[in-house]
């Protein structure tokens, strides 16, 4: 999966903060580099996957193949997810983020928002829309100076066409 030959495949993490419980579930597709975050008002499993379904059962199955995780407690629910969208787990070993990299390089942009001391629980759905279009709408050299939301669109008008 290194060379990044097909969509769909994923990768999950969480950002968390000391000032709450609540927290910020990260996905983004490593092929188009397309992001979805969510808030959650607990970092739990039942939340997580909740956030995961609810994002990606929006989108064509084409996207949904596989989702990397780390070993959290909150991925517990993984199975669930699997059996929901049709789709795969992978997990990293224990304390290597790098084997998630391209979710952990998205987490440093979205730190540029929220700093490590934010209190999740007073930012809005709104404000976290804003950050995940900022990204999506964002160029960036591995796709040739195009967004993610261009690549997208690309891979749409390429599937309704075939």
């Known amino acids: 999966m290194e060379e990044r030959s097909r969509i769909g495949d994923w990768e999950s993490d969480s950002i968390v903060s000391r000032q709450s419980k609540s927290a910020l579930n990260v ?4 092929k188009i580099r397309m992001v979805r975050l969510t808030k959650l ?3 739990t499993a039942k ?3 909740i956030a ?3 994002k990606l059962k929006k989108l064509p199955k084409i996207l949904r193949k596989t989702i990397t995780y780390d070993n959290g407690t909150e991925n517990a629910e993984h ?3 699997n059996s929901l969208l049709h789709m795969q787990s992978y997990f990293c070993q224990p ?3 790098w084997e998630k990299g391209t979710v952990e390089n998205i987490n440093g942009l979205v730190r540029r928002f929220f700093q490590k001391k934010t209190d999740f629980d007073k930012i ?3 404000q976290i829309q804003y950050v995940e279009n900022w990204i999506n709408n964002r160029p960036m050299k591995c796709l040739n100076f195009k ?3 261009e690549k997208y669109a690309e891979l749409l008008s390429v599937a309704t066409a075939a």
């Open 27 to 30: 996905l983004v597709e490593r």
């Open 41 to 43: 008002h607990q970092k």
């Open 47 to 49: 939340n997580t996957s």
């Open 52 to 54: 995961i379904e609810n």
């Open 79 to 81: 199975e669930r997810i």
């Open 95 to 97: 304390y290597h983020s």
């Open 124 to 126: 809005t759905d709104e």
């Open 147 to 149: 967004t993610p939301n």
